[in-house]
Every structure is written in C-alpha cells, then in structure tokens.
C-alpha cells in the first residue's frame, strides 16, 4: 500500500495531514473490499448445489448491487479526501511539480461530483459522463506515478535516511 510509504516523506512538512492521508486512503480500502467479495458471493452461489434456490441467488445478487453503488460512493469521498490531503502536501513542499500536484486539488472536484450522483442514482458507471468525469483525476494519477518514477521527489523534501543500529 502506498501510503504508509509516503507517511516518512509527507510528515516532515504536516505530520496531521500526512497520518490523515494514510488513514483516508486505509478507510478506502476497508469500504472497497465487501464490493470485491460480492461477486465471489455471486459465484459460490451459482455452483449446483444452489440452483434449486432462485431467491436466495436474487437476494444476494440484489445485495451486491447495492453495495457495489453505495461502496463505491462512500469510498470516492474518502478517495478525495486522501486525493486533497496528499496533493496539499505535495503543492506545499514542492516535492513534486506544482503542476501535477494543482492539476490534482482541481481534478479531484469532478470526480467528488461523479461519487455523488452515482449515489444518488443520477449517473451510472457505465455512462461516458462518468468516464469524462473521472478522467482528469486519473491522468493525473498516471502523471504523478511517471513523474515518481522518473524524477522521484525533490532531493530537499526527502527526510535523511535514518542509521541502523548494529
């Protein structure tokens, strides 16, 4: 998981904005799993041994679209969240460009937008809205990860390796 190893580098310039980041990002997390277990459900529902009961497979399958909608929603918030702390941070300590880390405080608002009109039923995940909506905050994931991968942080903004003890 990426942010606890970001937690050294973000705490040397926010230590409570930095622990937020880790803790939006780990409530993410916990609220995409039962979204990732449901279709398993679905699965182990339709072996033969369960056929003969068409309501039982109907309920679950209905609970598990529910929740795919609701999860989904309720973790965006906690994504953006984790989106805002972290590129705060970054914008503040120049750690990286400030374009990448601006172009995210602004490209997180649709996406925030998009999490809530799914919640509310007045957008699907399917639609090109939704795909238009998202993308800006997802090309800046992409740019940051090549920025990270290329240049890594600024050489000033990095904590000094701590000594081993031996």
Known sequence: MIPPMLFPVLKEHNEAL???YVVARSIEVVLLLPAAIGPLLLLSMASPQSAHDPERFSSVRALSQAYDTWGYSTSVVFFCLGVLLLNYLLY???AVSRLISGWALAAVLPYLAD???VMFGLLATSSTFHTLLILPLAMNEMAL???L????FR???VP???ESIH
């Open 149 to 152: 991968l290329v240049k890594g």
């Open 18 to 20: 930095a622990l937020g």
């Open 145 to 147: 990860a090549l920025w």
């Open 155 to 157: 050489p000033a903004t």
């Open 160 to 162: 000094p390796a701590r």
């Open 92 to 94: 503040r300590s120049r």
């Open 115 to 117: 999490g809530v009109l």
